[in-house]
């Protein structure tokens, strides 16, 4: 059987993080920087735990104002130590609550910036150890398995892209998908190409559309599993 992972971005106090752990495979939670506490960490993490669900260290710049969406002239100590500190508080968080960082994921404007940007990528991947990295295709995956790590490629059922593959920015007209039903159908379609689909977890009807892409990938035939 084919596996596929799906993820979300939980811990950011926008959305129902209980009820999105009963469907997802993974969660990126959020480190504090952009969104989150430590209660909040605490807290999704000791749910994960009992649904069996995999944490990933959702990493970005220091940017509560701007939900890490702006981007950020940070040199390369500065963020290392950042990503570090993002990922050393959830690896004790998870840990008390019976669980372990899985991989790291960055968010964001840090997310877009290390496609491309090899400092801010290298700052990433020193700034998390070892870790497995979720992304997609760049500098920042590229980078990762030149020094022998694991990458887990992501696509992204509720968003637009361009014809280079990238993501649309937020503010083109339609490079955020609402449709659930075309959700689920893009999820679909993009899976045989991925390793895990990401369902925004910020957006009002995050749940409803994690529920509609893991039965359309049920109903395809395909498995889910967390990274």
Not at 41 to 51: D, I, K, L, N, S
Not at 116 to 136: F, I, K, N
């Amino acid at each position: 059987m084919r596996y596929v992972d799906l993820n979300a971005d939980l811990g950011e106090e926008v959305t129902d993080d209980a009820a999105l752990l009963a469907v997802v495979t993974s969660a990126n939670v959020a480190c504090g920087y952009h969104a989150g506490s430590v209660a909040i960490m605490r807290a999704v993490c000791v749910e994960a735990a009992e649904r069996g669900v995999s944490v990933g260290a959702q990493v970005s710049y220091a940017d509560r104002a701007g939900f890490g969406r702006i981007a950020r002239d940070v040199g390369y100590e500065e963020l290392r130590e950042q990503v570090a500190d993002q990922v050393g508080t959830l690896t004790a968080i998870a840990a008390e609550a019976g669980s372990q960082v899985r991989y790291v994921k960055a968010h964001g404007a840090l997310y877009h910036r290390t496609l491309d940007d090899e400092d801010q990528a290298r700052a990433v991947l020193d700034g998390s150890g070892g870790l497995p990295v979720l992304g997609m295709d760049g500098v920042l995956l590229r980078g990762a398995i030149a020094a022998g790590r694991t990458v887990h490629h992501e696509g992204f059922p509720d968003r637009a892209s361009g014809p280079d593959g990238r993501l649309r920015p937020r503010t083109e007209p339609g490079a955020v998908l609402g449709d659930g039903a075309a959700i689920a159908e893009r999820a679909v379609l993009l899976a045989p190409d991925v390793d895990s689909l990401c369902v925004h977890g910020d957006h009002p009807g995050a749940v409803a559309h994690a529920v509609g892409v893991r039965r359309a990938l049920e109903a395809a035939g395909l498995g889910l599993r967390g990274l």
